[in-house]
């Protein structure tokens, strides 16, 4: 492909809406644009449409059994895709969408096995955000859509990101700004009984249960004692996405965890001097007076950031994890890592 057109939506009107109208068109076409969510900018294509979503794995560099969540803009919606929904599925869109949520469901006939890597299922999700909402209601149809990075690098949370990974692949990027959320959609699996939660996100297992009122799966990050803490990935990957190392910097990326927050401190800056004076360019991501909310919002843009700057080697400390939102801000750091922790 030799050019990606560049189209700013970011003030609502006139223009905006025909530039929407445009990349709406190339979708129907069987092309690809990437397109601003509330949680990190995806990589669209007709969920229908076998050529066009093959086309999505090709720009990414993906493998070609990890599956796509499919992109939807009203609830009824759910009908073109999932056999059939369910009271908790019902409940749950009607408490968390327009959101980060994502549902997995028994998939309908015609929703293409490469859309859900040859698996039975559908991940299904519906956008808040008025660029992806109009984009999807102006294609009239359900839009595959992974994260728009390339395959093992950070999720993009800015339209710049995407450029950097994907110009020249794809047909169109829109430029949204800045994702607000900054980390991917739960995804929750509601064919499992009780409904398992595959990917923690900003909607937690507690936002889950309290809304369903009664208790769902999920893994822990990492047990509650530190000295027998197993990594996330201990657990066999029921989410096909999960088992790959797709969050990484270029840097090697050190996470410090530990209970007491003055050793891990002290470790952090250990580690730091020891290593510069190997020569070893060390970057600190440092949750500082930042809420959790905010660190997972710049948490991606601040691992190519260092890429960018040089650095050879991040060194993170982990918050202990609380449950919440904690659980999400470790699974990913630890992904990003590599699970590469030093434990004090
Ligand atoms: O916030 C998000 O979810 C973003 C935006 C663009 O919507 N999308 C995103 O897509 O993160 P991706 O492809 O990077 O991650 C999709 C996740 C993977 O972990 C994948 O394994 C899981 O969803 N998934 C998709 N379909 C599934 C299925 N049928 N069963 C189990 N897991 C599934
Ligand atoms: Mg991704």
Not at 70 to 97: C, N, Q, V, Y
Not at 146 to 166: F, Q, R, Y
Not at 233 to 257: E, F, R
Request: hydrophobic content about 40%; proline content about 8%; overall charge negative.
């Amino acid at each position: 492909m030799a050019r990606t057109e560049i189209l700013d939506v970011r003030v609502p009107g006139e223009e905006t809406t025909a530039r929407l109208g445009r990349a709406a068109e190339v979708i129907k076409r069987g092309g690809l644009v990437a397109f601003p969510t509330e949680t990190v900018y995806g990589l669209g294509a007709n969920a229908f449409d076998e050529e066009a979503v093959g086309r999505i794995y090709e720009a990414k560099g993906r493998p070609s059994d990890n599956p796509m969540i499919a992109h939807i803009a009203r609830p009824d919606d759910i009908g073109l895709l999932a056999k059939s929904t369910s009271p908790h599925m019902e409940k749950l869109a009607k408490a968390f969408w327009p959101g980060p949520l994502t549902m997995v469901a028994a998939k309908r006939d015609e929703v293409p096995r490469r859309v859900t890597g040859g698996l039975e299922t559908v991940a299904i999700r519906l956008p808040d955000h008025p660029v992806a909402a109009e984009l999807i209601r102006l294609a009239g149809i359900p839009l595959a859509a992974p994260s728009a990075n390339l395959s093992g690098s950070p999720s993009p949370t800015k339209a710049e990101h995407v450029i950097a990974d994907l110009d020249g692949k794809v047909d169109i990027i829109l430029q949204g700004g800045p994702c607000h959320i900054g980390i991917e959609s739960t995804v929750v699996d509601m064919t499992a009984s009780p409904p398992c939660v595959l990917r923690p996100g900003i909607i937690t297992r507690e936002d889950i249960e309290t809304c369903l009122g009664e208790p769902i799966a999920g893994h822990s990050v990492i047990t509650t004692n530190p000295q027998a803490a197993a990594p996330f990935d201990a657990a066999p990957p029921k989410s096909p996405g999960m088992k790959y190392a797709h969050y990484a910097p270029k840097a090697t990326l050190l996470v410090v965890m530990g209970q007491d927050a003055e050793k891990t401190a002290a470790e952090l800056m250990r580690l730091k001097k020891q290593n510069e004076a190997l020569g070893i360019r060390v970057g600190l991501l440092l949750a500082g007076e930042r809420s959790h909310y905010e660190f997972a919002r710049d948490f991606y843009a601040k691992l190519r950031d260092f890429d960018n700057e040089g650095v050879d080697m991040i060194i993170a400390v982990a918050p202990p994890e609380v449950g919440g939102i904690t659980t999400a801000i470790l699974n990913r750091l630890l992904k990003a890592a590599g699970n590469n922790i030093v434990r004090v």
